[in-house]
């Protein structure tokens, strides 16, 4: 009777253990999906952007535009040679809390964005929130949202 006690405490435990590791991965993996995402529009990718957004994905960028997988596809485009539009050079993603629920998680970042302009860089921070569902193809992007961090007024 003992032994069948301590097994169950031991199977409980390390139960519990087996759930830790594998919602720490599922973390691991949808912060490595939102690194590549960045990559990828950043190298204008276009595949792999594809590849790592919902058929049905919605977005609210920092400028309040509303966005679908189509036009996060064109905006990942690489601009034209006479373009003088604002380019994205380079994203410094950081503080990053992933929430795993089941199939579902959401994760939560800051974002440094440089971009260059007729040669000055500019730089944009925000905060931005991202729901990723994993399917049979693994973790794909099916909301984002960023709102624009403004620096308070120094007096």
């Known amino acids: 009777m003992n032994k069948t006690k301590i097994l169950a405490v031991y199977l409980l435990l390390m139960g519990g253990n087996a759930i830790a590791l594998t919602e ?16 990828a529009v950043i190298h204008h990718d ?4 594809a590849s790592l957004l919902a058929d049905d994905f919605i977005g609210t960028d920092g400028r309040g535009f509303v966005t679908d997988k189509a036009a996060e596809l064109k905006e990942a485009e690489p601009p034209a040679p006479d373009s003088t539009a604002p380019r994205l050079v380079r994203e410094d993603l950081s503080d990053f809390t992933a929430r795993i629920y089941a199939d579902t998680a959401i994760l939560n970042l800051a974002n440094t964005a440089h971009f260059s302009s007729k040669g000055k860089e500019t730089t944009i921070k925000y905060r931005r929130t991202t729901v990723w569902v994993h399917d049979s193809s693994g973790w794909r992007c099916v909301s984002f949202h960023a709102s624009r961090v403004v620096e308070p007024p120094t007096d």
Do not use: F
């Open 24 to 39: 720490e991965e599922a973390k691991a993996r949808v912060i490595a999906q939102e690194k590549a995402w960045s990559d």
């Open 46 to 49: 276009i595949a792999k952007v």
